[in-house]
Nanobody, 128 residues
Framework: QVQLVESGGGLVQAGGSLRLSCVAS????????MGWFRQAPGKEREFVAA????????VYADSVKGRFTISRDNAKNTVYLQMNSLKPEDTADYYC?????????????????????WGQGTQVTVSS
């Protein structure tokens, strides 16, 4: 059974930092892109960041560029999201996802439908 399990969410004041982790089990995604998405109450799930299997580059939503950093450790089957300078508008449930249909090691999809494995999410609340 393939699982993605997120952790690291919580309550933080504006300007603070959190580091989210997502551990995959049941199979390896070392050659597949991994991404982070978020969903605020009453809103659609939106793209946050993604990294290809090679880890050679990263892609970010404009709203988090310069504040968030995605990284991965393929030996640990884990992807991270370092979130700095957090704002109240970053409050959401954060989901990690894996795109097993892409295995060239360098492709970085940004659409929800490109990802076929999802975690259950971890809640991030940023107070003002």
């Amino acid at each position: 059974q393939v699982q993605l399990v997120e952790s690291g969410g919580g309550l933080v004041q504006a300007g603070g930092s959190l580091r989210l982790s997502c551990v995959a089990s049941g199979r390896t995604f070392s050659s597949n892109p991994m991404g982070w998405f978020r969903q605020a109450p009453g809103k659609e799930r939106e793209f946050v960041a993604a990294i290809p299997g090679s880890g050679a580059r990263t892609v970010y939503a404009d709203s988090v560029k310069g504040r968030f950093t995605i990284s991965r450790d393929n030996a640990k089957n884990t992807v991270y999201l370092q979130m700095n300078s957090l704002k109240p508008e970053d409050t959401a449930d954060y989901y990690c996802a894996a795109g097993s249909r892409f295995s060239d090691g360098n492709y970085v999809p940004q659409q929800r439908y490109d990802y076929d494995y999802w975690g259950q999410g971890t809640q991030v609340t940023v107070s003002s």
